[in-house]
């Protein structure tokens, strides 16, 4: 069953970059954003990351941790986080276990051709755990300053 808005995320943990496992219950307390994106090192991908590790040091004023979703391995995962520079973790998602509960897996059209991937959404959940805002289809210009208006403003209302 996918999360909704509102709704409690179930728990889940997940490899992530840095050699940690990412616990969505260790992070209680703090909002986080779970934002998926389609390949790493790719340029829509590269922006969106970017836009994000630019912006980190404001979400973590709206006490906010950030966490990047794709199903790329975790060797892709390291390698675009060391080569982009970027001060949140990447999770690993080959299972697709996340992007099944937050419901991410759309049929896209790349050159004519149809394929299962990753629609670039992001996702914030606040710090008891409950998806407060979703946004899906993401296009990367001004998104990250969007999430970013939202995570003050839900801290704010905390």
């Not at 992070?27 to 991908?45: D, I």
């Not at 059209?109 to 629609?119: Q, S």
Request: contains cysteine; proline residues 2%; glycine residues 8%.
């Amino acid at each position: 069953m996918p999360v909704e808005i509102g709704q409690t995320v179930t728990d889940f943990s997940a490899t992530a970059t840095g050699d940690t496992t990412i616990t969505l219950s260790e992070l209680r307390g703090q909002q986080v954003v779970v934002y998926f994106y389609p390949k790493a090192s790719t340029p829509g991908c590269t922006t969106q990351g970017g836009d994000f590790r630019d912006s980190k040091a404001a979400f973590e004023a709206a006490n906010t941790v950030i966490l990047g979703v794709s199903r790329d391995g975790l060797r892709a995962q390291e390698n675009f986080k060391t080569k982009q520079a970027f001060n949140f973790e990447l999770i690993s998602d080959k299972d697709e276990t996340l992007c099944k509960l937050f419901d991410v897996i759309k049929l896209k059209k790349m050159y004519g051709k149809e394929h299962l991937g990753i629609e670039r959404s992001t996702f914030l959940i606040d710090k008891d755990g409950k998806v407060a805002k979703e946004w899906r289809g993401v296009k990367v210009a001004g998104h990250v300053d969007e999430v970013l208006a939202a995570a003050e403003e839900l801290n704010a209302s905390n």
